[in-house]
């Protein structure tokens, strides 16, 4: 089994920054990739950024130039600098990440989410 745990939401005003980390632990044969999704109320739950053990990346429009995701292969940790936030930033940002195990069988784990509220 595999655990997925966020950490570093919170409370900040517009143009301020927030930097959120996800640690995925367990049984991990191969970490394929990593990112950051996020889901406002009313709306569907979006790819924000994300990361592969290639350390190829994938910015949403809405952030590129704004964010900047990272990751700790060694010790399956990725973090996501928010810089600039906007107000329609605010969301529960979750992350995800895609393992494979021991037969090669992909499969995909969540951490809770973590609640990222910009308002003056």
């Known amino acids: 089994q595999v655990q997925v745990v966020e950490s570093g939401g919170g409370l900040v005003q517009p143009g301020g920054s927030l930097r959120l980390s996800c640690a995925a632990s367990?049984?991990?044969?191969?970490?394929?990739?990593m990112g950051w999704y996020r889901q406002a109320p009313g709306n569907q739950r979006e790819l924000v950024a994300g990361?592969?053990?290639?350390?190829?990346?994938f910015y949403a429009d809405s952030v590129k130039g704004r964010f900047t995701i990272s990751r700790d292969a060694a010790k399956h940790t990725v973090f996501l600098q928010m810089n600039s936030l906007k107000p329609e930033d605010t969301a529960v940002y979750y992350c995800?990440?895609?393992?494979?195990?021991?037969?090669?069988?992909?499969?995909?784990?969540w951490g809770q989410g973590t609640q990222v509220t910009v308002s003056a």
């Open positions: 995800n990440a895609d393992v494979s195990d021991y037969r090669s069988v992909r499969r995909d784990y």
């Open positions: 990361v592969n053990s290639e350390d190829s990346i």
């Open positions: 367990g049984i991990i044969f191969r970490l394929n990739a």
